[in-house]
């Protein structure tokens, strides 16, 4: 038997005899003319209450007469109302022992068994959790937003504090016991986490501890607006349209999922019909957008500011600051005008007056870039077919025909009328027969033309 203090010695030898043998195999019957039987009988009561004497006495009981498990803390009994909070008690403080009804009846009755534990030595307030941690409830606020009551909790006594190992404390991220759905606490509502971009755009700050509740505590603040991830693409199950998601309530619709790309946003889920209801389309993703005081423009995956956009046609449309948050912008500059290219094409394009103008030639196109080194942007197809095409920028000496007989000749950026068979076959030299390029008649407009040649 293992005795822990004097007092507890004390209690064993109160009277001047140890049983012997015979009053110890007689339980608590009469042994022989030398037995005594104080100690043995105390032995014997204490072990029919409390179990064994090697091991701590028991923290949960339950009455050999009754259903109820009780928790016991500081000699007083408190109810243990449902399974839930028993598993939780039991993985740290051991299974329920079975005790006379009498003793249980014997013990103070105090309030019920709540996940609400209160630490006396310092008055600190902890939610137990599933697996037996507890995790501190730092404010009266945060006792209050989650459905508690700063006096209604269980008074743990020091010794079964200590058994739950302490976790991160609880803050704005929780669950009912009887779903998997994440909520986060915001403005007094609860924010449905919808997916997992949105909870990967949230791990950081819940630091991987989202905190189970009871249903009623769960579920006690209204339901606000989900909380879909910033910087995310979604969709509402029935619909076509595709959003990009701002860092707010802001979203706005995206003409393709390669112009998304471009800018650098790629992330998608498909969401419930109604997730959107709470949210504000703002605008449309656009290949060039005003960000604030930038004109940027899509490229290879994030946004480049335009230097000098002042001269584009026709002006960008602006995009909401939240929206333009959630994507990269680089810190590197471009200068008009605009040149790009297609992922895998060889096709260089120039952006004038809103349409795309292939440039036939490397000579045009240093000559179109002011003679600069060259800085062409990447677009998906998706961002290449948004625009329409321009007139082209024709190699020097090509040949040109405009809905009529009338034939042309590109040189240094202009178009010269050949007015002669003569001055047709000098352009050409050996080339016969002269290729003449057909050309819908309303392009020449977009050209500048030079003086005719006549011989």
């Given amino acids: 038997m ?29 042994g022989d003319g030398c037995s005594s039987y104080g100690n043995r009988n105390f032995y014997n009561y204490f072990t029919d209450w409390f179990g064994s004497t090697e091991t701590p006495a028991a923290a949960l009981i339950k009455a050999t007469d009754a259903n109820e498990i009780y928790l016991i803390s500081g000699g007083v009994r408190h109810h243990v109302v449902n399974s839930a909070d028993l598993a939780i008690f039991e993985a740290r403080l051991g299974t329920f022992r079975v005790v006379p009804s009498n003793y249980v009846s014997s013990l103070p009755l105090g309030n019920s068994a709540l996940r609400l534990a209160r630490d006396a030595r310092d008055g600190a307030m902890y939610l137990l959790q599933p697996g037996g941690t507890k995790h501190h409830l730092r404010s009266v606020e945060l006792v209050e937003r989650y459905g508690f009551r700063m006096d209604d909790y269980l008074a743990l006594s020091p010794s079964l504090v200590d058994k739950f190992p302490t976790g991160e404390a609880v803050g704005d991220f929780f669950r009912a016991e009887t779903s998997p759905d994440y909520y986060k606490w915001e403005a007094g509502s609860r924010r449905l986490i919808v997916n997992d971009l949105s909870w990967l755009s949230q791990r950081s700050a819940a630091r991987d501890f989202v905190a189970v509740m009871p249903e009623g505590n769960a579920y006690k603040a209204p339901v606000g607006v989900p909380l879909l991830a910033p910087g995310s693409l979604t969709r509402e199950a029935s619909s076509g349209d595709v959003y990009l998601v701002g860092t707010g309530l802001e979203i706005a619709r995206i003409p393709s999922f390669g112009t998304a790309a471009d800018a650098g946003v790629q992330a998608y889920r498909v969401v419930s019909d109604g997730v959107l209801a709470g949210y504000r389309p703002s605008g449309e993703l656009a290949p060039i957008m005003q960000c604030g005081s930038q004109t940027v423009v899509v490229d290879g995956g994030a946004l480049t500011p335009i230097a000098g956009a002042e001269t584009l046609q026709p002006r960008p449309a602006a995009l909401p600051s939240a929206l333009c948050a959630v994507m990269n912008i680089r810190g590197a500059s471009i ?17 004038d007056a809103g349409k795309l ?26 961002t290449v077919k948004s625009f329409p095409l321009g007139a082209p920028h024709f190699a020097d000496n090509s040949f040109v025909s405009f809905g009529t007989a009338d034939i042309y000749v590109a040189q240094s950026g202009t178009l010269r009328h050949v007015l002669t068979t003569a001055a047709l076959l000098r352009l050409a030299g050996p080339r016969w027969p002269v290729p003449v390029e057909k050309r819908p008649a309303d392009e020449l407009a977009q050209y500048v033309l030079g003086e005719p040649v006549a011989q």
């Fill in 335 to 351: 200068t008009a005008p605009i040149l790009t290219k297609g992922i895998g094409a060889d096709a260089v394009y120039v952006l």
């Fill in 2 to 30: 293992r005795i822990d203090n004097q007092a507890t010695a004390d209690l064993y030898y109160y009277t001047p005899y140890q049983p012997n043998a015979a009053a110890l195999r007689a339980g608590y019957g009469e």
């Fill in 357 to 382: 103008r292939h440039i036939r030639s490397a000579e045009r196109l240093y000559s179109i870039n002011g003679n600069r080194p060259v800085k062409q942007l990447t677009w998906s197809p998706d």
